[in-house]
């Protein structure tokens, strides 16, 4: 079945310092990769999304993720943080022959000053 | 810019009451979805519909339904609300490449704001 698995559930880190939120997907021969990110009572925003080409995606906001194929990985990174990047972020798939994207569980990232 | 509205941002019914959501997207997208979120639980499929009157169950269709008879507007119906339906509801809309039978993949989806139901 196709999966999405976020590692971690939550993830402290202080002001200024780099984080990583880890996502990994089940196998598949081509795939859509994204990161959503969702502030307090507010929707869904895309962060950044990977369709084909290279592997470093940059996104909004300072963040960038690496798409792994050999490991079914799509990590989310940021070199340093603030703040107002407290929120829960979401790693989602497509895979070809369908219309749905599968949602991970989220990671709800805490910048602490 | 692409918009995706929801009709109400909270919302509080009583049990047993008949609930409508509405979702209007103005980008012509072909998909739109209906996901509940959860605390622990993430996003979960209710429905979506990839074409006008066209519908499919996702992962947790039973309690509601929904009707699509414009390609903008997609709305979530509660047939009868009961208290394990008190969620955010998130509405969402999105393109499709590739044809219809095979080959196609889901780009990016845009949501709402969510509707926050509370049933009493």
């Known amino acids: 079945a196709q999966s999405v698995t976020q590692l971690d559930s939550q993830v402290p880190v202080f002001e200024e310092a780099p984080v990583e939120l880890r996502c990994n997907y089940s196998s598949s021969v081509s795939v859509y990769l994204f990161w959503y990110v969702q502030y307090p009572n507010q929707g869904l925003q895309l962060l950044l999304k990977?369709?084909?080409?290279?592997?470093l995606v940059k996104g909004i906001n300072g963040f960038e993720a690496e798409f792994n194929k050999s490991q079914t990985s799509f990590h989310l990174r940021k070199p340093s943080v603030h703040i107002s990047d407290t929120a829960e972020y979401f790693c989602a798939v497509s895979y070809t022959g369908g219309f749905k994207t599968i949602f991970g569980a989220g990671t709800r990232l805490f910048v602490k000053a | 810019d692409v918009k995706v509205t929801q009709s109400s941002r909270y919302l509080v019914k009583r049990t047993g009451e008949k609930v409508f959501l509405e979702c209007v997207q103005d980008?012509?997208?072909?998909?739109m979805f209906w996901y509940r979120q959860d605390p622990g639980l993430g996003l979960r499929l209710i429905y979506f519909?990839?074409?006008?009157?066209?519908?499919e169950k996702g992962d947790i269709p039973e309690g509601y339904s929904v009707s699509r008879e414009k390609k903008e507007r997609f709305s979530l119906i509660l047939e009868s609300a009961s208290t394990n339906q008190t969620s955010m509801y998130l509405c969402?809309?999105?393109?499709?490449?590739?044809?219809?039978?095979?080959?196609?993949?889901?780009?990016?989806?845009?949501f709402g704001p969510g509707t926050r139901l509370t049933v009493t």
């Open positions: 980008m012509d997208h072909e998909n």
């Open positions: 519909s990839y074409d006008v009157k066209m519908k």
């Open positions: 969402a809309s999105s393109q499709t490449t590739g044809g219809r039978t095979s080959g196609q993949r889901a780009h990016e989806q845009y």
């Open positions: 990977y369709l084909s080409g290279s592997t």
